[in-house]
C-alpha cells in the first residue's frame, strides 16, 4: 500500500506485474489479497467498502487483467500515437485507459447510457443503433476510470439525460449511487425496478434498496426511493431479474 501511494499517478498495472516487482514471486499479491484489502477499505468510497476484496483492488485500479475501456460514442479520442475516430468503430470500441489522453466531440449525444453488466453492453452495443453514447462500467469504475467518465460527462450539455442500468440488486444499487455523486448529474435509474410473476431463484428485500439511495437528492434517484417505498406497501419484497433475462431497450 506505501509503494502503491509512492507512485506518482493512479496505477492501471495487471496484478501480476505489481507482485513480481514487489514480492519476486507472481502469485504472492494474489494470496495476500484479503489483507491488502482491508487496508486499503477504510481509504475506500464507502460505497465500496464492502464489497469483496477483488472489487476493492479493482476500484484502485489493480486487477488481474486490466480492463479496457469500453464505450459505443461518437467522440475523438487523443492517444499517444494519435487521434481515434470512435463513431468508425462497431460495435463499439475498446482502449486501455492509460492510453487515454484526452476525450473530445464535435457531436453531442441524444444521451448517455452507463451499463454496469458486460454481457448487457455487449448486446446494446450490437443491437441498439442511435445518437447514444454507451458505456462500460465494470461494476465500480476505478479511478481512472471515473475521471475519464467525468470528463464525458462534462463535454454535453446539462440538459443533456445521462442513464444507468445496473443489476436489480443492492450492489446494483450502490454503484447507482456511486455515479450520482461521482457525475453530480440526475442519473436516471433505467429498468432497475421490476415486477415479474415469475418464479425467481430469490427474492430482493425493497427495503434495503430503499435504504441505500434514501439519502439521495437528485430527482430521479428520489422518484425511484418513492416508487419502492409505494411497493412496500403491499410486499415486502420482489422477484430478482438477472439483467441478462431482460430485453435490451433504449431509454424513453
Do not use: C
Request: no cysteine; proline share 8%.
Amino acid at each position: 500500500v506505501s509503494w502503491y501511494f509512492s507512485q506518482e499517478s493512479a496505477l492501471q498495472q495487471d496484478m501480476r506485474t505489481i507482485s513480481v516487482s514487489l514480492y519476486s514471486d507472481s502469485k504472492r499479491l494474489e494470496s495476500i489479497l484479503t489483507t491488502v484489502a482491508r487496508i486499503l477499505a477504510p481509504i475506500t468510497p464507502e460505497a465500496i467498502q464492502t464489497e469483496k476484496p477483488k472489487a476493492i483492488m479493482e476500484y484502485w485500479g489493480i486487477s488481474k487483467y486490466p480492463p479496457s475501456f469500453r464505450f459505443k460514442a461518437n467522440v475523438m479520442i487523443q492517444t499517444r500515437r494519435g487521434d481515434l475516430d470512435s463513431n468508425t468503430a462497431w460495435p463499439y470500441l475498446e482502449v486501455p485507459p492509460d492510453g487515454i489522453i484526452t476525450v473530445s466531440s464535435r457531436h453531442f449525444p441524444d444521451y448517455i447510457l452507463f451499463i454496469e453488466n458486460k454481457t448487457t453492453f455487449e448486446r446494446y452495443s450490437r443491437e441498439i443503433e442511435d445518437n447514444g453514447w454507451i458505456f462500460y462500467t465494470n461494476g465500480f469504475p476505478s479511478r481512472r476510470w471515473q475521471t475519464l467518465f467525468k470528463n464525458i460527462v462534462e463535454l454535453t450539455p446539462k440538459e443533456t439525460p445521462v442513464y444507468h442500468w445496473g443489476d436489480l440488486d443492492e450492489g446494483g444499487y450502490r454503484i447507482l449511487s456511486f455515479m450520482t455523486n461521482l457525475l453530480q448529474r440526475n442519473i436516471i435509474p433505467h429498468m432497475m425496478l421490476h415486477v415479474t410473476k415469475n418464479k425467481p431463484s430469490k427474492y430482493i428485500d425493497l427495503q434495503s434498496l430503499a435504504k441505500i439511495i434514501e439519502h439521495e437528492t437528485t430527482p430521479a434517484i428520489k422518484a425511484l426511493h418513492k416508487e419502492i417505498l409505494q411497493l412496500m406497501e403491499s410486499t415486502k419484497e420482489i422477484p430478482w431479474v438477472e439483467q441478462e433475462a431482460l430485453p435490451i431497450k433504449p431509454p424513453q
